[in-house]
């Protein structure tokens, strides 16, 4: 006799259902410190403050809020040692009390903030730098930004250093066009032994500095906690050093949470390709994949799908190679066509450019062609 089992069935289903994993939630840029003055005291927005630790200017208070913004005076007598000054804070604090933000190993951070460099915080022969990476010993930074003086001109830059405490250069833009205004800057780094670092630095709608290195070790073994430096620290050893001050306002500090990497940045081998399009390995590019054999004619082309969280205008930044120069025509969802110029040196070195896109809140369609000429490799499209 036949035995009839739904109630077998049923109940095994019900088993499977309870165990199943339930899907990883999306990956996301979650919110985790805004200090605001004058609402936030230093003390209550930085993990600790190193004003004057010399005490070679006794009685003045170099780090304090002025208006929206925290403001770091240096005097020409401020030392902290022989040869160098700092004033700086340092760490992400959360109230007055002791609780304060570690960036642990493994995870990727955003921080973003606007900063004024008056023309009396110059550029210099020696070091200069306005804002680091570190941990809470006394090693190298991670990375540095600086006001250095490059072959005669004055600059601002990204450094990364390695372990082995060499420097290498992320990015740099000319100093003197963008002093006296207020300007957006945002580090994104993931804190591994193999991790990157992004630098974006903008004037109002102008990116002047898009720039993402990979391969970077953002975490050295023991360390405890990574936190971020604002301030001055200079050398003295440069000439013609005045009294001058740096000012820093909202101040953002995000880490991405949920699943996947980067949710603003989009792989070329992970699009839709179409014609002679295919892949190829790239040393140098993200994930060691590009997308190369776009353009040169109709339909060679490479379609990426990108999400945004509401509809406007966002930043689109291409990272491409190429020796010499080429173009890419870049559409997004059917619209015309935007010409996005790429000049480089190397099949295996990015370099990109960034136009303004409308984008529609949720998944957009951005398709790279050329169907005159040929195209840049393509390594990924990011978002900002």
């Known amino acids: 006799m036949k035995k009839s089992i739904p109630g077998v069935l049923a109940t095994l289903t019900l088993a499977l259902t309870a165990l199943s994993v339930p899907p990883a939630a999306a990956a996301a840029w979650t919110p985790r410190w805004s200090p605001s003055p004058p609402g936030d005291s230093v003390a209550e927005a930085f993990e600790g403050i190193e004003d004057d630790r010399a005490d070679s200017h006794p009685g003045v208070t170099h780090i304090y809020v002025s208006g929206d913004a925290y403001r770091f005076d240096m005097h020409t007598e401020d030392r902290d040692g022989s040869d160098r000054q700092r004033n700086e804070v340092k760490g992400m604090r959360t109230g007055s009390g002791s609780s304060y933000i570690k960036i642990l190993e493994n995870q990727t951070w955003r921080i973003s903030y606007q900063m004024y460099i008056p023309t009396s915080l110059d550029a210099t022969s020696s070091f200069t730098h306005i804002a680091q990476m570190k941990t809470p010993g006394s090693g190298a930074p991670l990375y540095t930004m600086s006001l250095p003086i490059s072959g005669g001109t004055p600059k601002i830059n990204l450094r990364y250093w390695d372990e082995s405490e060499q420097t290498h250069e992320v990015g740099n833009t000319n100093l003197n066009p963008i002093q006296g205004k207020w300007l957006d800057t945002t580090f994104e780094f993931k804190a591994s032994d193999n991790g990157y670092l992004r630098w974006t630095l903008r004037d109002g709608s102008t990116t002047l500095v898009d720039r993402r290195m990979d391969g970077t070790d953002l975490w050295r073994g023991d360390d405890e906690y990574l936190r971020p430096k604002w301030g001055i620290y200079r050398s003295i050893n440069s000439s ?132 005159g000429a040929s195209a840049p490799d393509l390594d990924r499209v990011t978002l900002s």
Request: aromatic letters at 6%; one cysteine or more; charged letters at 10%.
């Open 240 to 371: 013609g050093l005045q009294d001058t001050y740096l000012l820093i306002r909202n101040l953002q500090a995000h880490q991405l949470t949920g699943g996947g990497e980067d949710p603003s940045s989009y792989e070329a081998e992970q699009g839709s390709f179409s014609g002679t399009a295919r892949t190829a390995s790239c040393s140098g590019c993200s994930g060691g994949t590009k997308v190369g054999w776009i353009g040169g004619g109709a339909g060679n082309a490479v379609t990426l799908t990108v999400q945004s969280p509401a509809a406007g205008a966002r930043q689109l930044t291409v990272h491409g190679l190429v020796s010499g120069t080429r173009a890419f025509h870049v559409s997004v969802n059917g619209g015309a066509p935007q010409t996005v110029s790429m000049t480089g040196t190397s099949w295996s070195s990015p370099v990109s450019a960034t136009v303004s896109a409308q984008l529609n809140a949720g998944a957009n369609s951005v398709r790279l062609f050329n169907d």
